[in-house]
């Protein structure tokens, strides 16, 4: 791999507890790569797969969504939808042969920024010995 | 069973019981099976069933104009009763208010079609008249998911080729979604533009987002019946998909979609126990 690539990570983050963990994590002055793009949403249950996709298709090597902990769920459920959603929705991946090690699922707390800046340090390590998603973004430039 | 077939129907319609038949009749052009709706009882003679009747005619009750024509009687295989099952609990369809004629089935098309190897469901579950007797053979002639499995096979690479490959071929003419009993949404998500939630051009790019944005509708709801690939005029494979989709329901959290109408349907359910190994 080049020695100047550097990964691009779009992070789908939840409002009440990965959000506010980046933003412990940046009060904490707890250094970690900048190649997470953060997008706030209010739930991981909204989570459309389609953002996933959008995210590939504009370029993203990695997707990391994350939002509360199983029971701590601001809407109650929102997680526990999620969760049935991406069980079922890696297995359409895998048969569409889409680079399911670039995406990445987890729970994080409000109060666990060192877990967000370990996650992210990791991930982005693992993206730039990985290399670019070129498989999917050769698709987004294909015109036929 | 045609002749059983029509004198139900005849009977039906005279008696009032319903005021239109959903079922097969002879196209005028290449002489296969199509869907007709009979509504007067000197039209029943039109109505046919044999082994090229491959449509599944549920597609039709969730349709405005169809739903005006008053109550229907519809003719169904066992596969297609399954979508009977998915539209009772969505609140798509009113089970009492249609009369259900299950045809005892031993497979259709010629060569057969995929969904009939794997068949479980020769004679249809829930309908209120069974025409016809089951075949003697009745059990699966091939394990559900083998032509995915096959498939599977291939390294994750030669599968997004192929996948990229079926993508180019994608001329977006939505037949497939028309043709779904499951896809009734009056307004599907690639119908809507302000803002536009996915491209719409047929570039490789925006017809691999269709392939996946379609499947994944039909996650936990797909009944199998391989419309979307019979009617495909590029004969993209979508069963493969919908297959993997059903497989994961089915092994992640034992639901077979279509076949109980008790159980609540997954997407839109949740379990607190629900398993998986990805999440951090």
């Known amino acids: ?144 | 069973m045609t002749g059983q077939l029509r004198e139900r129907c005849r009977r039906l319609l005279q008696d009032g019981a319903v005021q239109v038949v959903i079922g097969y009749g002879v196209s005028t052009s290449d002489g296969m099976p199509h869907p007709i709706f009979v509504r007067r009882p000197d039209d029943v003679d039109k109505l046919i069933w044999n082994e090229q009747c491959m449509a599944n005619l549920t597609t039709y009750l969730t349709r405005d104009a169809v739903k005006a024509l008053g109550k229907p009687a519809i003719v169904v295989k066992g596969c297609d009763a399954r979508a009977l099952v998915v539209l009772e609990q969505e609140c798509q369809i009113d089970r009492s208010a249609m009369h259900v004629i299950g045809m005892a089935c031993a497979g259709v098309g010629s060569p057969r079609a995929p969904k009939c190897a794997s068949c479980d469901v020769h004679v249809p579950a829930a309908a209120d008249e069974v025409i016809g007797e089951a075949p003697a053979q009745t059990g699966p002639a091939d394990p559900p998911y083998a032509e995915l499995e096959e498939f599977l096979q291939k390294s994750p690479a030669e599968r997004f080729a192929y996948w990229r490959e079926e993508a180019a071929r994608c001329i977006r003419c939505y037949a497939c979604r028309e043709v779904c009993p499951t896809c009734y949404c009056p307004r599907c998500i690639v119908d809507k533009n302000r803002p536009a939630c996915l491209d719409t051009s047929a570039t490789v790019k925006a017809n691999f987002a269709w392939h996946v944005t379609r499947a994944f509708h039909q996650a936990g709801r797909c009944t199998g019946c391989g419309e979307c690939t019979r009617v495909c005029p590029v004969g993209i494979n979508m069963r493969l998909l919908n297959q993997s989709l059903a497989r994961a329901a089915d092994e992640h959290f034992g639901y077979r979609a279509g076949t109980n109408r008790e159980t609540p349907p997954i997407i839109g359910a949740y379990g607190l126990e629900d398993k998986e190994s990805f999440i951090r």
């Open chain 1, 1 to 144: 791999m080049s020695e100047d690539f550097e990964p691009k990570i779009v992070a789908f983050v939840c409002n009440w507890c990965t959000y506010l963990a980046a933003d412990l994590a940046g009060t904490n002055r707890l250094e970690y790569p900048p190649n997470v793009r953060i997008l706030r949403l209010p739930c991981t249950g909204r989570v459309d797969f389609n953002l996933i996709i959008k995210a590939l298709e504009m370029g993203a090597d990695a997707v990391v969504v994350s939002g509360c902990h199983p029971g701590d769920c601001h809407y109650t459920a929102g997680n526990y939808h999620a969760r049935r959603r991406w069980i079922l929705f890696r297995e359409l991946l895998e048969t569409m042969g889409i680079e399911t090690n670039r995406i990445f699922f987890s729970w994080i707390s409000a109060a666990e920024s060192k877990k967000w800046q370990h996650m992210i340090t990791e991930i982005t390590d693992q993206i730039r010995e990985m290399g670019p998603y070129t498989a999917y973004h050769e698709i987004s430039e294909a015109t036929a």
